[in-house]
């Protein structure tokens, strides 16, 4: 699918699609795995739960974040799939990161998860086929092709490891 077959465009999906790029739904997914693979676990440890600024989440929470909104997602896309009829409500962020326990795993653990959950979401675009990949999904807010979800869990995962990489990594020192 390309990026350009979007139907209905709000901001948040323009956002989504310019991170993304020209890069098709299942190459997308991929390269988010690779750069899963490419993290310096070490370097997270030794930056361990320092924030860049009081009240910010921690690494932890950070990939914690990443895994719980990835699985709210892939639920999304289960129901438009599977022509269920629901329409998904928003979730609160704050709240969800707020009651994790994140900060209790370990980095390893977190990393792992991460990407078991995008294997699994994978495998799961993989299986749908060109119809469902494009059924339309109406929102509580928006609207939007299906297979722009994977590239919204792509797009959140870029973005939040740009966020790793411009404010925590220099903590590392």
Request: proline share 2%.
């Given at each position: ?13 323009a956002?989504?699609l ?96 991460l ?13 749908f ?25 792509t ?19």
């Open positions: 699918m390309k990026n350009q077959e979007v139907k209905k465009n709000p901001e948040f999906l956002y989504v310019e991170l993304n790029g020209d890069t098709e739904l299942n190459e997308a997914l991929q390269l988010s795995l690779d750069q899963i693979d490419e993290l310096d676990i070490a370097q997270l440890n030794r930056i361990g739960l320092k924030t860049y600024e009081k009240g910010k989440w921690t690494l932890h929470r950070i990939l914690q974040h990443l895994i719980d909104w990835e699985r709210i997602w892939c639920f999304r896309a289960i129901i438009f799939a599977r022509g269920e009829g629901t329409i998904p409500v928003a979730h609160d962020q704050e709240i969800m990161g707020k009651n994790s326990n994140a900060d209790e795993l370990s980095i390893e653990q977190l990393v792992n998860e990407r078991a959950v995008r294997q699994s979401t994978i495998m799961m675009f993989q299986s086929n060109k119809e469902i990949l494009e059924t339309n999904c109406v929102f509580f807010e928006y609207e939007m092709p299906l297979y722009t979800i994977g590239l919204t869990i797009a959140h995962q870029i973005h939040h490891f740009n966020v790793i990489k411009e404010r925590y990594l220099p903590l590392d020192t």
